[in-house]
Structures are given as structure tokens and as C-alpha cells.
């Protein structure tokens, strides 16, 4: 069984020679991919990962799982981007809506923004529990995550005494750069390496995301087989017709031509929200550039059809909508009978809520289709670890593929520098004086 990609109500208007040369441009993305001779070809590591990843790699990432579940109530995961989004995308979705997985610690996030009553809260609500921290970060030098762990590790230290918080501590980093490897080094943290070929948007698939998932208790092994078993799907020798990748890649290039600017990532459960955040930052940040780029934008169904829904069926007609459709929910729950019949639902009466949401789904892609926004749907036939593996690799290849569509480098990502630059100079960071000077005349 496999993801599936349905493109019958995409509505492509383009001549027939246009959809060749598109076809025939994926096509030729994928194979440079493989071959790494395109663009960013130095942060390609994440194209053959799931396949490559070795048992060893595997297992060492699943004994510290265990060690870190076994001794935590709550495990904070520092982390920012590539560094956070990856992992929380996976847990939201194979987790409980409302509990951790039997006889695992709660998963907890900091470093992903800047806020102080939040870390506020996040310390007090860590008092009187057994603590453990993962911080991820690549370059090991990420402000906001360097700062909650700045927090953490005191916090957990002032608990546990320097050497009992260390084994408290997991780093996943760089293998030799950045603040944070200095920092685990000296301190003697566990840690995990993030390979210099895999740029953060890509890296769920390694310790980045790999780690916190076991922690939680999910299944990684079935997870990296459904991603191979995507690999393989989308290969160098797979033909057009066969690889959903290229084929995805190529209809949202084609609607982008034909004034489609914005896609819209639509869910119609809320396990999903974070893997829409996930895919906003792998395609935002990796097609953005040069003034090009579909924006990537997510609706959570149906309770934006409450609120974004009147824009999507009149709004600007710049909308295309790609829906995530699981076809069958772990659980079964049916709509009641009510003999009095007061709220006139008996209609619904002793169908499954995932029916009325089926008609949900169907109902809302035939009007916004009327509407005139065109439709893709990816269809996953449950929401577990192997097919959340093959939606991750999917995704993760159609970027690739469809970033060199566009002629840009998918795997570069220069314009997050600007805001630093101005925040560090900002708060007077030595070196940023000049800066500061300029800075200040704009918003005083
Ligand atoms: O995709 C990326 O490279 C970025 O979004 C990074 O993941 C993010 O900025 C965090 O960086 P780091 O892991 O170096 O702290």
C-alpha cells in the first residue's frame, strides 16, 4: 500500500507542449538530484538517508529513547526550524490528541520563538517533575534555541548538580562546529551528529527528528521504511507515471504558471496542523527566492471553512488547494440516535464521524473546484508512522524536484539572515555598532 496522489481535478490549462517540457524538466530535476549535480548539490545527503541510515545509527538513537523515557516525565526538545518543526509534525500526528503514549514522558517545546511568559510557564510547569532536555540545533549558534537552553540547562542543573544534569542533557549538533558542540563537549552530553549533507528543513529523518519521536514512543524503523520505500518509488530509473514526486512537483509549477501563486495546504484533522507548519518552512524556504515561488500557506478543515472559507470560495482567484486525506481513522465512532431529534441530526444518525467528515472533504473540494480553485488531493490510508514516513520523503522530493523546476537553490536559505543582522544589532551586539546607529534613525 502507498500514498496517493489524484490530479483528475487540478484543472491544468496548459497546452500539451508545455505539460511535455514540465514532465520532462521534473524528470531531469530528479535525475540531478541523484546524480548531485545541480544547484546545492553539496546538501543533498538527505535523497538516499532513509535507505543509508545504519542499524548502529538506529539503535544507538533508540537506546538513549529509552534512557531518556525511562527517567523523565517531560522531556524539552530546544529548537527552531528544521531543528523543531520535523519532530513535532510527527508526534502531533501519530500522538494521542491528549496524552503522552503509555509510560512516556510529555514532550514539551522551547527555543522556537522568543516569547517570556511562555518560558516562564514552561519552567514552572517543569517543578517538582523529572526533567530531560534534548537541544537540536545544526549551526549550534540559533539565538532562540541557544537561549531557552541557556535556561534549561541551568535550570535542570540547579535541580540535578552539574554531573547528574548532564546525563540529563542530549545535544544533537554539527560534528565539530558551533557553540553547542563546545558546550556538550565540555560538558560531557550525549551526543548526536547531524550530517554536514543535510540541510535543516531535511532533517527530520535524522537524530534531529529521529530522537525525540523514539523518546515518544513512536516506531522510527517504520517510519525510515516508509521513507525508503519512497526513495525507491521515486528514483532515478522510476518512470513518470510511476513517480507521484515529479508528478506533484509538475502540477504545482503548471498552476503557478497559470497565475496560481499561493497553495494552500488543507487538513481535515487537527493531528495534521504541524505537519502543514513542516511543510510551509520545506517549501517556503526552499522555493522562495530570486521573486519566485508558490507561497505556502495551510487551512485547518473544517474549522476554517468558518473563517477562511469565504475567501478561498470568492476571494482573489490566485488559489490552488492541495488536501491531505486520510482514508481510515484509527478509531471508529458513530453519531448517536436521539429520539427526540431537538438538533435535527438524526439524518447522521449511526454514520461514522469520519463519514460526515468524508462528506465534508468531498463537498468543500467540488465547490471551491466551482469556485474556481483547482484541487490536489494526497490520500494516506492511515495515519501511522509508515505512511507518515512516505508522505515525509514525498514531500521532500517534490521540493527538490520542483525548487529546480523553478531554477533556484532549493537547499540555500540567504534571506533568514536579514532579521538577524538587525535584531543582533538591535540589542547591541558587539561587532554591530554601525548597524545599530542606522538602525535606530529608522524607528525612533
Ligand atoms: O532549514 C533550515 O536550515 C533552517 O530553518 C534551520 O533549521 C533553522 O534556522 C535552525 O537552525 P539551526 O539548526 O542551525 O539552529
Request: proline share 4%.
Amino acid at each position: 500500500m502507498t500514498i496517493k496522489l489524484n490530479i483528475k481535478n487540478a484543472s491544468v490549462n496548459l497546452a500539451s507542449e508545455e505539460c511535455d517540457a514540465l514532465k520532462k524538466a521534473a524528470m531531469s530535476a530528479n535525475a540531478s538530484l541523484h546524480e548531485k549535480n545541480g544547484l546545492g548539490n553539496q546538501f543533498l545527503g538527505w535523497v538516499n538517508l532513509p535507505s543509508s541510515i545504519s542499524e548502529a545509527d538506529i539503535f544507538e538513537i533508540e537506546s538513549t529513547a529509552e534512557t531518556l523515557a525511562e527517567t523523565s516525565d517531560l522531556v524539552v526538545i530546544a529548537g527552531i526550524g528544521g531543528s523543531y518543526l520535523g519532530a513535532k509534525a510527527v508526534l502531533e500526528a501519530l500522538g494521542d490528541a491528549f496524552q503522552p503514549e503509555q509510560g512516556r514522558p510529555k514532550m514539551l517545546f522551547a527555543g522556537h520563538h522568543l516569547d517570556e511568559d511562555y518560558m516562564y510557564e514552561l519552567i514552572r510547569m517543569l517543578h517538582g517533575k523529572r526533567v530531560s532536555c534534548i537541544v537540536i540545533s545544526k549551526s549550534g549558534t540559533t539565538t532562540e534555541p541557544a537561549l531557552a537552553f541557556r535556561i534549561l540547562k541551568q535550570y535542570i542543573e540547579k535541580q540535578y548538580g552539574k554531573e547528574d544534569a548532564a546525563k540529563r542533557i542530549v545535544a544533537v549538533t554539527d560534528k565539530e562546529k558551533g557553540a553547542l558542540k563546545q558546550t556538550a563537549d565540555k560538558e560531557g552530553y550525549k551526543t548526536f551528529v547531524i550530517p554536514d549533507d543535510v540541510g535543516g528543513r531535511f532533517s527530520v529523518l535524522t537524530p534531529v527528528g529521529l530522537l525525540p519521536i523514539a523518546v515518544a514512543g513512536f516506531d522510527i524503523r517504520l517510519l525510515l521504511k516508509g521513507a525508503a520505500d519512497m526513495e525507491l518509488a521515486s528514483g532515478i530509473d522510476a518512470a513518470y507515471e510511476n513517480n507521484i514526486c515529479a508528478q506533484y512537483a509538475v502540477v504545482r509549477n503548471a498552476l503557478y504558471k497559470q497565475g496560481k501563486h499561493i497553495e494552500l495546504l488543507a487538513n481535515y484533522s487537527p493531528k495534521l496542523h504541524f505537519l502543514a507548519e513542516w511543510w510551509k518552512q520545506l517549501f517556503g524556504e526552499s522555493e522562495g527566492k530570486q521573486n519566485k515561488g508558490i507561497f505556502p500557506a495551510s487551512v485547518d478543515f473544517t474549522s476554517d471553512l468558518h473563517s477562511l472559507g469565504q475567501y478561498i470560495q470568492q476571494g482573489e482567484r490566485i488559489l490552488f488547494e492541495t488536501v491531505i486525506s486520510i482514508k481510515n481513522p484509527q478509531y471508529e465512532f458513530i453519531v448517536p440516535e436521539d429520539p427526540e431529534n431537538l438538533d435535527q441530526l438524526n439524518f447522521m444518525a449511526t454514520k461514522r464521524i469520519s463519514e460526515v467528515n468524508r462528506m465534508a472533504e468531498l463537498g468543500t473540494m467540488l465547490a471551491h473546484l466551482d469556485g474556481g480553485v483547482p484541487n490536489i488531493r494526497i490520500e494516506i490510508p492511515e495515519l501511522s508512522a509508515y505512511f507518515l514516513g512516505q508522505l515525509i520523503y514525498f514531500f521532500q522530493k517534490a521540493c527538490g524536484i520542483s525548487g529546480y523546476m523553478l531554477e533556484v537553490n532549493p537547499f540555500d536559505q540567504p534571506g533568514v539572515e536579514d532579521y538577524k543582522r538587525n535584531m543582533f544589532a538591535l540589542l547591541g551586539k558587539p561587532g554591530y555598532e554601525a548597524e545599530n546607529q542606522k538602525l535606530m534613525t529608522r524607528i525612533e
